[in-house]
């Protein structure tokens, strides 16, 4: 009896390794996937990016994640990252004696390479790449 429940516990315990190793299998094609991806949409992202709004909020993103205004010196874009299908800018605001600190995250709808658009808060937003 004794051998009979040692033997179920060994094949118990082989079905469940094997079966972890092949879940951690399908993570990292996933997460290589996903960084592969990653990488097309930092591609596409790099650049000078002209706002359409009236607002006219201009920026270049860097491939090295650092990020910059082109045209506004109270809202100051120092860095931005790729999550999923979001755009994370981390921004400084400069106003009277005072500077604050905050990330604007927007969900990338459409980019290509020539253009794209954001969403935030329910407005979308249209880019043209500065050539």
Known sequence: ???????IAVILFLTLFLSSCRDL???KMRDSHIQKQDTQLVDLLVGSWLDQSDA????????????????????????????ENKLILTVESIG????????????????NK???ILK?????????RRK
């Open 114 to 116: 020539k253009e794209m």
């Open 56 to 83: 006219k909020l201009h920026f270049t993103l860097y491939r090295n994640g650092t990020a910059k205004s082109d045209n506004m010196s109270s809202l100051i874009y120092k860095a931005w990252r790729v999550d």
């Open 25 to 27: 299998k399908s993570v």
């Open 96 to 111: 009277n004696h005072l500077s604050l600190r905050d990330e604007d995250i927007y969900t990338i709808i459409d980019i």
């Open 1 to 7: 009896m004794k051998r009979k429940f040692s033997f």
């Open 120 to 128: 935030a808060n329910g407005i979308e937003y249209k880019y043209i």
